[in-house]
């Protein structure tokens, strides 16, 4: 007899149908429990770093020790069962969504200790002053969320997964964010290879949910506050050609940077971090540290507090912040600790946005800043109308979207010169790659090779 509750979740079924309304329930319950993830990962990443904050204020030199044992530990604790939890998460539910990949390696990726460690790990590198994200972390722990729940009520077969495992990553992005567009865009543009039109409507009802939680808990806000700047035609539009292609090149050259780390690291650090990846990610945490002295500790953390800053104007930012924080973020990430890329991308962003600016004097500095976070945003992720939408919708200006789609189309196209492959595509089939390698998938160690 068939099992009702595996068949997958588009099956067309009367209004009343008890399958239709088990469905729902699933969906509707886990983007509540997404969202309210959400709202506690931010508060405790928050927490976790005022804490670091407080340890910089006793002594900027803590970090010398901190920083790098606390990278060794990360990636001490991840590699065994948690290895699934390393790097941002976004990359692992990619992974995961595609329906033809084996139950167990999906299950592994997705499963609820994973989430769970995913969390509580990243909230741990923000205490330890890594210049990492949460919102890649939270679309996995939000995906992770709604595949647990959705097996809760019956669903369990590989297309009915991948459908929760997507819903919950939107609803992640939306809720971290407080940007429901954005969920949208990035569930199609990053999430899914393939956007099915009968999913819709179950992938926008999750998003929505998760956004309202969000909205009524923290409140209707801005993340980096509500502007009104427009960018008149003629001269100012020349700013839009500079930060394309500056951020562009830099988001490319970051992405080609990860990506060859990651996969094929040369020499001597090549072979260090083979033999010894404990003893690398805590020369990754050093190196961290003095470019935090360097700096005077602006590079540590997500970088969000120092991009609003240089939004607003302030002068308290140093010239070179741009610089030093794209290379903290390189550093953060070659750790290979848990922890995401979005905030300090559009940190990094901001920091060559302001250095443009004077270059620009017929432009309004905001105007150039924000366009240069959003090409950057679009250089790293090669995904430029997810980047459009959520520079437009951190700063509630929607006067100014037809100039950020236009960088960061251009910021997409530029980057293609340094990365060819989007970096969480391209992650991705790393995770995938790895799990086959571990597992005595025969011909992969060639592929790799």
């Not at 919950?168 to 543009?189: K, W």
């Not at 930060?243 to 650090?269: D, E, K, Y």
């Not at 939408?389 to 251009?410: G, K, Q, R, W, Y």
Request: hydrophobic letters at 50%; proline letters at 5%; a neutral charge.
């Amino acid at each position: 007899m068939e099992n009702r509750a595996n068949l997958p979740i588009d099956d067309h079924h009367a209004l009343l149908s008890t399958q239709h309304w088990k469905r729902r329930a699933a969906l509707w319950s886990g983007a509540i429990a997404v969202a309210l993830a959400a709202i506690i990962f931010a508060k405790g990443g928050d927490l976790c770093y005022q804490l670091f904050e407080r340890l910089l204020a006793n002594s900027r030199y803590w970090p010398l020790l901190v920083t790098p044992l606390g990278f060794a530990i990360l990636a001490w604790l991840t590699e065994g069962a948690l290895r699934a939890t390393r790097g941002s998460g976004i990359p692992q539910v990619i992974a995961a969504v595609n329906p033809e990949v084996d139950a167990p390696f999906r299950e592994r990726l997705l499963a609820l200790p994973i989430a769970a460690g995913k969390l509580v790990l990243t909230l741990f590198a923000m205490l330890v002053g890594a210049s990492i994200g949460r919102e890649g972390p939270t679309v996995h722990v939000g995906a992770g969320l709604m595949v647990w729940l959705a097996q809760r009520f019956g669903f369990r077969d590989a297309q009915s997964i991948s459908r929760f495992a997507l819903a919950g990553g939107a609803a992640g992005i939306a809720a971290a964010f407080n940007t429901p567009l954005a969920g949208v865009m990035f569930a199609i543009e990053e999430l899914a290879g393939a956007f099915e039109h009968r999913f819709s409507g179950a992938l926008l009802t999750a998003v929505m949910i998760g956004g309202v939680v969000s909205l009524g808990l923290v409140g209707d806000y801005a993340y980096f506050g509500k502007m009104t700047i427009s960018l008149p035609l003629g001269e100012s539009w020349i700013a839009v050609l500079v930060t394309g292609i500056v951020g562009g090149l830099a988001g490319g050259l970051f992405a080609r940077t990860i990506l060859s780390i990651a996969s094929n690291l040369p020499g001597i650090l090549g072979r260090f971090r083979r033999v010894s990846p404990i003893g690398f990610a805590a020369v990754c945490g050093l190196v961290l540290a003095l470019l935090g002295l360097a700096s005077h500790g602006s590079v540590f953390g997500t970088g969000y507090a120092q991009a609003r800053e240089i939004i607003s104007g302030s002068h308290a930012i140093t010239a070179w912040f741009g610089v030093d924080k794209w290379l903290a973020n390189v550093v953060s990430s070659a750790a290979g600790i848990p922890g995401g890329i979005f905030s300090p991308a559009l940190a990094v962003g901001a920091g060559l946005g302001a250095n443009l600016a004077p270059l620009l004097p017929h432009t309004d500095p905001t105007a150039v800043i924000l366009l240069g976070m959003a090409a950057y945003l679009a250089g790293v992720t090669q995904a430029p109308l997810t980047s459009a939408v959520i520079s437009m919708e951190l700063t509630d200006n929607h006067d100014f979207v037809l100039p950020i789609m236009a960088a960061c189309v251009l910021g997409r196209t530029f980057s293609t010169l340094f990365c060819k492959t989007p970096i969480y595509r391209a992650l991705a089939e790393q995770v995938s790659r790895d799990h086959a390698m571990r597992h005595g998938v025969p011909g992969v160690e060639n592929e790799a090779k």
